[in-house]
């Protein structure tokens, strides 16, 4: 059978180096000629954004980053860089304050320097999200791709061991949701796959010494190669769920993702054996003899979050069974056609049911296209 495929590879500088953000950041700075320059960080990270930001000359500090970027907090940010002239924008933190940058760059064209602080990987990608009257919207464009990346594994080391492991499993959900995505193509599922090799060495290390600069140097590779093949391949089933359930109900990003990560693998791992083979051996866990490939991904995955101590429960961060219906009724909406199994609302009930009580992901083989 002969391949035929459309890939599409963004144009992104990465300057990669443990201490050296300051400096890093201060040669890209020079390299646009900026002089008006805004940084967006929270307020918890202003010190660190400081540390990083020593060397170049901030016009304006602007802090109000809320998850999930609320229309309302986008349109102040784009007020403020107006208001002051600014020239480039720098970004400090995790996905919140990157998808700031980026809401602010979609309606100016403003250029963007991200500072990675997480594992995120919004900082690779050409997608951006607002929220406005319960609703997250996504999309794609160009214009909102930080043209460089700043990455330094010292900023990550203060990442608490929870959000480290949970920003993670978010980077390993981009790996998950680039296999089957609607341009899937062999290259992002090879990076794919790399990266998740790449974070399932490494979160455990993390884990168990927080320290670890090699296991966080590790774990920033895994999380850009996994952020590039989602960005090629595009937002399948996964995202889609986390995203509503953030933008609807208000659930932290990171956590969200980790929970609802295997209850996807699940419900698809059985329409793609061949995809989720190479997953369970990217994850460490190759398929046994006589084994079903999806229970050996899921089996994969269940190790390496039993190992990590994952988050488990939704209902630990606010959703409620009588959030489950609305929460299916957009699940399955925004459900891509192309995903592997066909998404129904009994598949959807017992999947957001599970993710939120916690219960143990077992692969179904379901009604496929």
Known sequence: MSMTF???????RVLFGSGEAAANLAAEVQRHAASRVMVIASAAKRELAERVCRDIEVALWFDDVVQHVPVECAEQARAAAAEHGIDLLVCVGGGSAIGLAKAVALTTGLPIVAVPTTYAGSEATNVWGMTENRTKTTGTDDRVLPGAVVYDATLTVSLPVALSVASGLN???????????PKADPINQALALEGARTLAAALPRIAEAPEDLPAREQALCGCYLAAVAFASAGSALHHKICHLLGGTFALPHAETHAIVLPHVLALNAPAVPDLAARLACALGRPVEAGQDPADAAVAALDQLRTTLGAPTRLADYGLTESDIPEAVQRAVGAAPASNPVHVTPENMTALLTAALTGAEPAPAVLTTR
């Open 171 to 181: 980077s390993v959900a981009h790996c998950v949701d680039a296999l089957w995505a």
């Open 6 to 12: 459309e890939h599409i590879t963004l144009g992104q």
